[in-house]
Nanobody
Framework: QVQLVESGGGLVQPGGSLRLSCAASGFTLDYYAIGWFRQAPEKEREGVSCISSSDDTTYYTNSVKGRFTISRDNAKNTVYLQMNSLKPEDTAVYYC??????????????????????WGKGTLVTVSS
């Protein structure tokens, strides 16, 4: 069964850190770009970061640049999102999704509304004191 499973969310104080994981089963992540998306309450889903399959090129939306780092461990079939200096506005459900490099890069601007092949069910990140 093809699955993406996110983990690592939780409650953290402003300025704190979390590391999200996106683990794949039923397929090999090596051949896919992975995107992280998030959806805050009453807001549209937005693209946060992605990493390509071809050469691990990374992308970050402006609001997380310098604070978030995406990486992949193909041996573990897992992609990570290290989130530092978290802010209340980072509060959202975070999703990972997989597709080819071009589709994933385009999805960053559209919130992943079309084209992604596989989606996880999300993990909640709450940044609050």
């Amino acid at each position: 069964q093809v699955q993406l499973v996110e983990s690592g969310g939780g409650l953290v104080q402003p300025g704190g850190s979390l590391r999200l994981s996106c683990a794949a089963s039923g397929f090999t992540l090596d051949y896919y770009a992975i995107g992280w998306f998030r959806q805050a309450p009453e807001k549209e889903r937005e693209g946060v970061s992605c990493i390509s399959s071809s050469d691990d090129t990374t992308y970050y939306t402006n609001s997380v640049k310098g604070r978030f780092t995406i990486s992949r461990d193909n041996a573990k079939n897992t992609v990570y999102l290290q989130m530092n200096s978290l802010k209340p506005e980072d509060t959202a459900v975070y999703y990972c999704a997989a597709a080819d490099d071009i589709t994933t890069a385009q999805a960053m601007g559209s919130g992943g509304n079309s084209g992604m092949d596989y989606w996880g069910k999300g993990t909640l990140v709450t940044v609050s004191s």
